[in-house]
Structures are given as C-alpha cells and as structure tokens.
C-alpha cells in the first residue's frame, strides 16, 4: 500500500520577468490556506498540466468543489478518497494507470526562479500519513508536455510510506540525490523549510533542507539557475510499487506555507 504526499518543485515553461528592484518580496503570504479566496489568489487546483499523473488517484477540485482540497481553520487539507466504479478509467499520463482515488494537489501561480540575484526561502507546516506501504518517487520523467525541460526536480518533503521524509534533489535527469529524515508518525505538524540559492558559478542552485529549524541536508542542482520551477503540494497514490493502497480515507494536512525571494 503506498500514499505519497509531497512538496516539490517541478520544471516549469519558461517566462518573462522583468527584473524588480526591492530587497525582500512575499511571493505567497503564510496566509494564503486561510481561505478559499485566499487559496485562489495564489494557487491553482490540480496539477499544472491536468489531473492525473503516473499514480493511481485523479486530483479533483475548483472554486466550488471541495471534497478532496479543502480549507478549515487556516489549514488546507489534501483528502484520497477510494472511487469506486465498474470500469475504472486510466490516468492520461504514462503509463496510464487505473484510477483507484480522487485526491488532491495545488500548485503556485507564480514559479519560482532562483536568480544570481536573488534567494528563495520556502517553509510551512505538514501533517502527512507515513504508514502505508513502501516507496515511489515523487515525480519524474515522463514529465507532461505542458511543463518543458526536467529536470529540475526538488523535493521539500517527500512521505512514502516509511517514517522519513525524503528531501530529493535531480541534480541532473539520471543522478537524484535523495536524504532521508525520520518523521513523527503521529500526524503531528512539522516545519519544512528550503532555502534556494544561487552558486557562485550562475549555474547551480544550491537547496538547503531544514526541519523543525534544523539544518538536515544540502544538495545541488545542476542547472538550475533561471530555469522556472513550479511548486507544487501533492497526495498521489500507489504508483510503481504496488496495490492495493488504503480501504479508507487518506489526509494530508498544510499550513502557513510562505514563500519569500530576497536579493533582487
Ligand atoms: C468542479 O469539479 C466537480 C468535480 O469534478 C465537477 O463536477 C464540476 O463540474 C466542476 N465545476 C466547474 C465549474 O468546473
Ligand atoms: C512514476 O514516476 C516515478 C518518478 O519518475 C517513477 O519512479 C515511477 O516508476 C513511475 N511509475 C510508474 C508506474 O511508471
Ligand atoms: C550535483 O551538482 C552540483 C552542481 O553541478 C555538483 O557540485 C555536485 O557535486 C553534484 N552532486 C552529485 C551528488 O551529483
């Protein structure tokens, strides 16, 4: 059986920013899962390109359907709920499993692109479900058309079934540097927080991974610079390393997630 809940930055299509000067900006507010108006200001239902990725649950929601993303008490909770269904359709992303579950995702709307200029810092508070099952990526190749370039790929916090939290970098598409933290399994609230900074060569983005205001790790990636990331939160289920995944509900829970760039 296996969930995956996850905070990660994904490759995004490349944009046109001009470029800002000013000394530290809120790009998401700690705020912004307070409400649904809140939610919708500086995020967006579902994945970037869709619904569906490589796992078994379709992620389902919008402005007025809440079942499976849902805000209560200045937290966003992410909730797979079994579907059932006499034929079940196939996800549209390869490699086109059967959907056993609706859940949910969010992403930013605006991406992230580490600067020379600039230093992202990213942090918030997860209640995620450990106990199921073994392990899967995150994410990966084959990344939807929609979003070009993979990697870059981070993981801020991945869950996969074991008691850790997996901070993941793609340092490039064929090497992953993965550390593995040990994570209460209790659903109680931790903090995450990932600082995002350029290296000296322009190059490399240099990711330092924090949990309850500890330094745990730090990893690179390569390439990195200037490319626009998405951030992404994520309950996907079963995937490549089996079935069947949990009978009943599964829910991972966010809050105070804040992002701020500083430097340019
Ligand atoms: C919102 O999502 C629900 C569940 O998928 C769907 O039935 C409904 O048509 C959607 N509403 C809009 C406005 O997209
Ligand atoms: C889904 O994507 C992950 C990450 O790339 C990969 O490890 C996994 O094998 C894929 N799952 C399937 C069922 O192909
Ligand atoms: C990852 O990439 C960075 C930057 O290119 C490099 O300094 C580092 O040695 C790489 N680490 C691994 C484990 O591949």
């Given at each position: ?22 000394a530290a ?7 912004s ?40 008490s ?8 079994p ?109 995450l ?72």
């Amino acid at each position: 059986m296996i969930t995956i809940g996850y905070v990660a930055l994904l490759a995004a299509a490349s944009i046109t920013r001009s470029p800002l000067v000013q000394a530290a900006t809120t790009v998401i507010p700690s705020n912004s899962l307070s409400s649904y108006t809140t939610l919708e200001q500086f995020w967006a239902y579902l994945y970037p390109w869709g619904s569906d990725h490589n796992g078994s649950a379709r992620m389902v929601g919008n402005s007025s359907y809440h079942e499976n993303i849902a805000i209560a008490s200045s937290t966003l909770s992410l909730i797979a709920t079994p579907t059932s269904g006499a034929v079940p359709p196939t996800s549209t992303a390869n490699p086109n499993p059967a959907i056993h579950y609706a859940s949910g995702t969010i992403h930013a709307l605006e991406q992230i692109t580490v600067t020379s200029e600039n230093s992202y810092t990213i942090s918030g508070d997860f209640s995620a479900p450990t106990t199921f099952g073994k392990t899967w990526p995150a994410f990966g190749k084959p990344i939807p058309a929609a979003v070009v370039g993979w990697p870059p790929e981070a993981d801020l916090g991945e869950w996969k079934g074991t008691t850790n939290t997996w901070f993941n970098t793609f340092n490039t598409s064929t090497v992953v540097v993965s550390d593995l933290v040990p994570w209460p399994s209790d659903l109680s609230f931790h903090t995450l927080m990932a600082v995002l900074t350029a290296e000296s060569n322009n190059k490399d983005v240099r990711i330092d991974f924090y949990m309850d205001g500890e330094l745990k790790t730090t990893q690179f990636g390569s390439g990195f610079v200037g490319a626009a990331l998405w951030l992404i939160i994520d309950l996907q289920m079963e995937g490549s390393s089996g079935s069947p995944g949990p009978t009943g509900t599964t829910t991972y829970k966010i809050r105070n997630v804040e992002v701020t760039r500083s430097g340019d």
